[in-house]
């Protein structure tokens, strides 16, 4: 709108240029048409007199009829050219409102286009607007549908397990996705962290049977075997944590800890 707005000044001074000039132009019209009525109205008088009176009668007959003859052809011509003037004018003024109105009617389109345009703006930017505000809102309160479904998944198996019921839950309609897309990398971590914990176990095993001078034999004696302890209650909580990431039941592993756990203090 800033661009359009010298040419719309240029042209709204034509216009009122063209105006003034129209004006001036009726305004002569009007003293031409009344001068030809002056004329009339004095042709129509001399016209009714019904003789003439010479008061100059020193001019012969002769003269004076050529004086007068010659006087009426220059009124005829003056009338003549007055109506051709007049003619022009009217054709004159004539072009003048063709001009005018075409002029007015491109402000007028141009008018009716920049609004228009200017109101598609408008709208097209409170659209963005809008949209900004609502993007800047979602972020502004942290929503993520994966963590929320995740975090709806573990507040679930939370609740079934203080009820005491399995961990396993059957895969609801809706649910997200992820953990399908990443079952073969949480199956092979799981593996991996279980034979960790395995490993790290059986280290502690030794040493507790060294500190203790426990050896394999009196642990049998005592009825203790490798293979015959229940899972430590870390490891039982790892494997719980753990068993979002692997499908199928866990059944029943038990790992060595080389001692009961109420021999130690568990």
């Keep these: 709108m800033d661009s359009d707005r010298p040419e719309l000044v240029q042209l709204w001074n034509l216009v009122t240029e063209i105006t003034e000039q129209l004006n001036q132009n ?31 009668t020193d001019i012969s007959k002769e003269a004076f009829a050529t004086e007068i003859e010659r006087l009426s052809v ?38 009716h286009a920049a609004q228009t345009h200017q ?14 505000l609502g993007n800047s809102s ?3 309160l942290g929503v993520n549908p994966a963590q929320f479904s995740t975090l709806q998944t573990l507040a679930r198996a939370a609740l ?3 009820a005491g019921k399995s961990d396993e839950m059957p895969p609801e309609d809706g649910e997200d996705t992820i953990e ?4 073969d990398e949480g199956m092979t971590n799981w593996a991996e ?15 507790l049977r060294k500190v203790l001078g426990i050896s394999a034999e009196q642990g049998k004696d005592f009825g203790l075997d490798e293979t015959d302890t229940e899972i430590p ?5 790892h494997t719980r944590s753990s068993s979002f990431l692997s499908p199928g039941k866990r059944g029943n592993r038990r790992f060595s800890s080389g001692l009961p756990r109420r021999d130690l203090g568990m």
Excluded: G, P, W
């Excluded at 003056?78 to 075409?102: A, F, I, M, R, S």
């Design 26 to 56: 009726k305004a002569v019209i009007a003293k031409l048409q009344a001068h030809i009525q002056q004329l009339k109205d004095q042709a129509s008088k001399a016209s009714e007199s019904s003789s003439l009176r010479r008061f100059n």
């Design 74 to 111: 220059a009124l005829v011509m003056e009338n003549q050219t007055l109506l051709h003037e007049n003619k022009q004018l009217n054709t004159l003024v004539q072009d003048y409102e063709e001009l005018l109105e075409n002029v007015m009617s491109k402000v007028r389109n141009h008018t």
């Design 119 to 132: 109101a598609i703006l408008v709208k097209h930017y409170e659209t963005l607007l809008t949209q900004d």
């Design 138 to 140: 979602l972020d502004s």
């Design 160 to 162: 079934r397990c203080l």
């Design 180 to 183: 399908e897309e990443d079952k």
């Design 193 to 207: 962290e279980r034979e960790i914990e395995i490993q790290r176990l059986d280290k502690e095993n030794a040493q």
């Design 233 to 237: 209650r870390h490891l039982q909580r």
